[in-house]
């Protein structure tokens, strides 16, 4: 009775999932969760965050119409990145933006996101030393050779950015060969 | 359904064990491959995406391969996940253990330079003193150079060295650029020779394209993805192995196979992994011993082109590739360190931001500023098989699978130091004698294993009692079973080791096809 049963549950299935035409089952458009929201930055402090806005608006702000690290979102990318990473590059990133603020107050006696052009210069002066392999002695200067990298990264990546350099250049597609997983 | 006994079970569909497939199937021998890793279409399970719509940018999951340099969140999915496959090494000796599990294997992905090895490799000893040599010399395995190059599509120029043997290329006439022309003169006026690149040719340069297909024509090739083995078993009575244990990576079911003689190919230390676990061709007591691999330091030097400022570089100007290969200690001891390196060199790139002290405006100026103008060179050197550089098994890693992974011991010397210091300062002299402004210089090798060319750990020799195998991959131990991935090298040299490891199965592969048909086997 019951081999039977297993064959009659066999018989049942359809010899081939029947295709569906293009009418049946046409194409649906969908996007991407950044079109109709904005990300909202949760891992990093407010000074710290304003800290990073400002930083990255240093490193890459927008030139001659090409989207700067604003623009493209990176901090708010960077703080989700953060968050989701390892804890010793937590550290480095909050440690260095609390020295950014703290060395601010110390010299200018206002946090970094409150410093004119001058003097966060004079703050980011790790950022003028040639770069070598040996790692930097001090933490901030560590940090701020991770962000330079990290911000340009995450702004050249962005959809903005890419929007518009790929208009200009025909090199600058921002595409590339993804290996889908296999199960 | 009554499970095939297979002529020859093969595990592992890279370049060892597709060759040995491709050879012995063409001489009529039935065989089973067995590769822990999924089957895949290579047009469909690959497509263009832009990098914004990427999860993390293209910066990847971060944490996901902490010892693979090589991935991105594009090649993500390629390979071999870090957490269903762990395993170990001392708190302050990093390894970096790079894997692929996918048919096909590392081919999928390599780097394709093709390079003979020489007698300074295969008789190391006799040249210097250090080591052991192979028990095989260059004139056993040229016939299969001749034809592994041909069966890879490998091309480059002859140039009739002997520490870099020629072979049959599909020929290199492309000009050089002005810049890599300089520099070739700044070298050859040194006595440093160059030579344009060894690489395999096509789209894809793979086991999977090249090598499995003929194997899989002559219908008698039968292969099994997902098959993650366990141990390779042995017939008490007779002392042979008959066949290996695996499971099903999907359902973990555990299912054993049957074969008259098993072929490990599982890539260098999954293969000596699988023959630990199962405790066989270990009377010598140096399995897992003597690991070693080629140092890299990457971008040991990284220039501009001063002419090529501006951004678009003149036509010619800057642009292509070339090679260095050994040139030091080869006739005698010129060095403070024996053996030597070779280095990939190249102009028309640009430098990465990090080179450039700014931010800001004055940063993107000097990107514009230096776009297509970088020249870099990277040096690959010769480590030296050691003893104390070993793997074990470690029995507190285990995979997702509940088989125990490996503890992995390695360390470079000083000779491989001053290996690296004298190319460092070797490529900053070129640098400045080709009129090239160098924005750094180091000689911060990456940590072993990094360079994905491991060797050694389940070497050939003549002495049973200090190798693994013997000169035709073949256990000193166990007549039945081969090792053919470069865990069987003795030494490696500067030169990549696909093309040897290539030819190797071959010459393994007539030589187990004939045994078979001796009857010996």
């Known amino acids: 009775m019951r081999r039977r049963g297993f064959v009659g549950t066999l018989a049942a299935i359809p010899a081939a999932i029947p295709a569906l035409s293009a009418q049946e089952f046409p194409k649906l458009e969908f996007a991407v969760p950044d079109a109709g929201a904005e990300p909202t930055p949760k891992f990093f402090s407010k000074p710290q965050f304003a800290a990073l806005k400002k930083l990255g608006d240093l490193i890459l702000p927008s030139i001659n119409g090409t989207p700067g690290a604003l623009e493209a979102r990176a901090p708010e990318f960077l703080d989700f990145l953060l968050g989701e990473s390892p804890a010793d590059r937590q550290k480095l990133y909050r440690d260095g933006l609390d020295t950014l603020n703290a060395q601010s107050r110390r010299t200018f006696n206002k946090a970094f996101d409150g410093l004119d052009a001058t003097q966060s210069d004079h703050v980011l002066a790790p950022l003028h030393k040639s770069w070598n392999y040996a790692e930097p002695a001090d933490a901030v200067g560590a940090f701020l050779r991770a962000a330079k990298a990290d911000f340009l990264a995450a702004t050249v990546n962005s959809r903005e950015w890419i929007a518009v350099v790929s208009q200009r250049s025909r090199n600058a597609s921002g595409t590339g060969i993804y290996w889908k997983p296999v199960e | ?521």
């Open chain 2, 1 to 521: 359904m009554a499970a095939t006994k297979y002529d020859v079970l093969i595990i592992g569909s890279g370049a060892s064990g597709a060759t040995t497939a491709r050879q012995l199937t063409k001489k009529g021998i039935k065989c089973l491959m067995l590769d822990a890793g999924p089957a895949f279409d290579y047009e469909k399970d690959r497509v263009l995406r832009p990098v914004y719509d990427l999860p993390y940018r293209g910066f990847g999951k971060p944490g996901r391969f902490p010892h693979v340099t090589q991935a991105n969140e594009f090649t993500a999915a390629l390979w071999a996940d870090e957490k269903e496959n762990p395993y170990s090494y001392p708190a302050n000796d990093p390894y970096y253990w790079v894997r692929i599990r996918r048919i096909g294997g590392k081919t999928l992905v390599w780097g394709r330079a093709s390079w003979r090895l020489s007698d300074l490799e295969f008789k190391a000893k006799d040249h210097d003193g250090f080591g052991d040599n192979w028990p095989l010399a260059y004139a056993d395995l040229a016939p299969y150079y001749d034809q592994a190059e041909p069966l890879l599509r490998v091309s480059g120029r002859k140039e009739g060295w002997a520490q870099l043997p020629d072979g049959i290329f599909l020929p290199d006439e492309s000009k050089d650029s002005q810049a890599t022309a300089r520099f070739i003169t700044a070298a050859t006026k040194r006595g440093i020779p160059t030579t344009k690149q060894r690489r395999a040719q096509g789209t894809l340069a793979s086991s999977a394209n090249l090598i499995l297909p003929d194997a899989l024509a002559t219908g008698n090739l039968t292969i099994v993805p997902n098959a993650v083995v366990r141990e390779v078993m042995v017939d008490k009575a007779t002392g042979l192995v008959d066949g290996v244990n695996f499971v099903d990576r999907h359902s973990k079911r555990e299912l054993h196979a049957k074969a008259r003689v098993v072929v490990v190919g599982a890539s260098c230390l999954e293969s000596t992994r699988i023959l630990l676990n199962s405790g066989v061709a270990n009377s010598s007591g140096v399995l897992g011993r003597y690991l070693f691999d080629q140092f890299y330091v990457k971008n040991t030097v990284q220039a501009i082109v001063p002419e090529a400022r501006g951004g678009r570089p003149a036509a010619g100007m800057v642009g292509g590739t070339g090679y260095i290969p050994r040139f030091t200690n080869l006739k005698g001891k010129d060095k403070d360190y024996i053996r030597g390196y070779a280095v990939d060199f190249g102009s028309g790139g640009t430098p990465e931001p990090k080179y450039f002290p700014a931010y800001g405006e004055e940063l993107q100026k000097a990107i514009a500023n230096h776009t297509g103008a970088g020249f870099n060179a990277t040096t690959m050197g010769s480590v030296l098989p050691r003893f104390e550089n070993h793997v074990t098994i470690d029995k507190k890693t285990v995979d997702a699978w509940g088989i125990p992974s490996l503890h992995i011991e390695a360390r470079y010397t000083d000779n491989e130091l001053k290996m690296a210091k004298d190319a460092m300062n070797t490529l900053a002299e070129l640098c400045e004698a080709s009129g090239f402004e160098l924005l750094e210089k180091h000689d911060k090798m990456v940590p072993p294993g990094e360079s994905i060319h491991e060797l050694g750990t389940c070497r050939m020799g003549e002495n049973p009692k200090a190798s693994v195998l013997n000169k035709w991959n073949q256990s000193h131990d166990v007549k039945n079973l081969f090792v053919v991935d470069g865990s069987s090298f003795v030494t490696g040299g500067s030169q990549n080791p696909t093309l040897t490891i290539t030819a190797l199965a071959m010459r393994a592969s007539d030589y187990m096809a004939e045994e078979m048909r001796k009857g010996n086997l």
